[in-house]
């Protein structure tokens, strides 16, 4: 069972919304600690979003005030989303889901394999 799973990429015409969602499975989905990271052509990968296990929440200097992460926790599968608001040309990457996240923290150990966002007119 692959423990994250990622869905919801697509393309978008710039000013538009896209959400993304994050599906955990196994023993990481109880914590539900996760982090959105992204990586563009030529770029360094870098955090969008996390949310810790104890509801913390922290954004990329990038992403502040558009885009928000939630989390539901459920008995059998926990899922986070990240609400992208106001997209930008320069958002276009593939976004990736990581687990577990930890504030301050290096990657998890577990990675999705990516969605692809292009923000194109």
């Known amino acids: 069972q692959v423990p994250l799973v990622e869905s919801g990429g697509g393309l978008v015409q710039p000013g538009g919304s896209l959400r993304l969602s994050c599906k955990l499975s196994?023993?990481?989905?109880?914590?539900?600690?996760v982090a959105w990271y992204r990586q563009a052509p030529g770029k360094e990968r870098e955090l969008v979003a996390g949310i810790s296990a104890t509801n913390s929440v922290v954004y990329g200097d990038s992403v502040l005030g558009r885009f928000t992460i939630s989390r539901d926790i459920a008995e059998y599968a926990t899922t986070v989303e990240l609400q992208m608001n106001a997209l930008k040309s320069e958002d276009t990457a593939v976004y990736y889901c990581n687990a577990p996240y930890h504030i301050g923290g290096p990657p998890g150990e577990y990675w999705g394999k990516g969605t692809q966002v292009t923000v194109s007119s």
């Open positions: 196994g023993n990481i989905r109880r914590a539900g600690s």
